[in-house]
């Protein structure tokens, strides 16, 4: 951090450089961040913007490598549940659209600064997107095997159910990864509650008029979407112990 008088070479040797208001020009260009009010009050103000930004950021990361960790493994288990794929290509971009969006309005999101110093390790982040994408694993799974062993589902309504169950189920997960303490401990940002809507209500309507798709009845749509409602207690208690066990705060 520098002084009115500091120089500008001795300034960019620190790892972070931070200049006050009343710094030379020279040394203003030389900083990584200049503080525009008097003295020092913006550096608390920063830390905080700071950590929320990447509290934003972990949230979209956990978000991508959950679902790519769960996708690939649910079509394996989809195989050899019911000897078919049981997504279509036009049902995977569909997919990506419900799920892109709401993933891109992560960045928009209300966010609490952690209290503690965030370090990125992506090895333990990964090593929680893992213990996330098993327990939404287990759930798409028990859904599919429900449909195809207990309602006796064909082919295409087999599919429908796993689309659904994927769109829900990664709604349903998102609200859980954005906040490290219980999901209803803060308010999500509108964006990312007008995307959440807008995906389930894009998804419902699809599967229930047979566009593009089977077309399930009405009452399975509602029980896939309460059945996704209530598995978010499931990640949300998973969730402390395996963030602390990894140091991923």
């Not at 002084?3 to 450089?17: D, H, I, K, S």
């Not at 949230?59 to 490598?65: D, G, K, V």
């Not at 759930?139 to 599919?159: D, I, K, N």
């Not at 940002?189 to 566009?211: D, E, Y």
Request: proline letters at 5%.
């Amino acid at each position: 951090m520098s002084e009115p008088g500091a120089g500008a070479p001795a300034l960019r040797q620190a790892g972070l450089r931070i200049a006050i208001s009343t710094a030379t020009d020279v040394t203003k260009a030389a900083s990584s961040m200049v503080m525009t009010g008097p003295g020092l009050v913006g550096i608390l103000d920063t830390m905080r913007k700071e950590r929320i930004a990447f509290q934003r950021l972990l949230s979209f990361r956990l978000n991508i490598l959950v679902k790519k960790i769960e996708s690939v493994a649910f079509l394996a288990v989809g195989l050899a549940l019911s000897g078919r794929a049981v997504l279509t290509p036009a049902l995977v971009a569909l997919m990506f659209i419900t799920n892109g969006l709401l993933s891109m309005v992560l960045t928009t999101d209300r966010a609490s600064p952690a209290k503690a110093p965030s370090r990125w390790n992506m090895q333990n982040v990964i090593g929680v997107a893992i213990a996330f994408g098993l327990c939404k694993l287990a759930f798409s799974s028990a859904a599919l095997a429900f449909g195809r062993y207990r309602l006796g589902l064909g082919p295409g309504e087999l599919r429908t159910l796993a689309f659904v169950t994927l769109v829900f189920g990664n709604q349903t997960v998102l609200f859980v990864l954005r906040e490290r303490r219980p999901f209803w401990f803060s308010r999500p940002g509108g964006w990312v509650l007008a995307a959440a809507a807008a995906g389930v209500a894009f998804a419902t309507t699809l599967a229930g008029s047979g566009a593009l798709m089977a077309a399930p009845s009405w009452s399975l749509l509602a029980g896939i979407l309460a059945a996704a409602g209530a598995f978010a207690l499931v990640p949300d208690q998973v969730k402390h112990p395996v963030t602390a066990a990894l140091g991923v705060a």
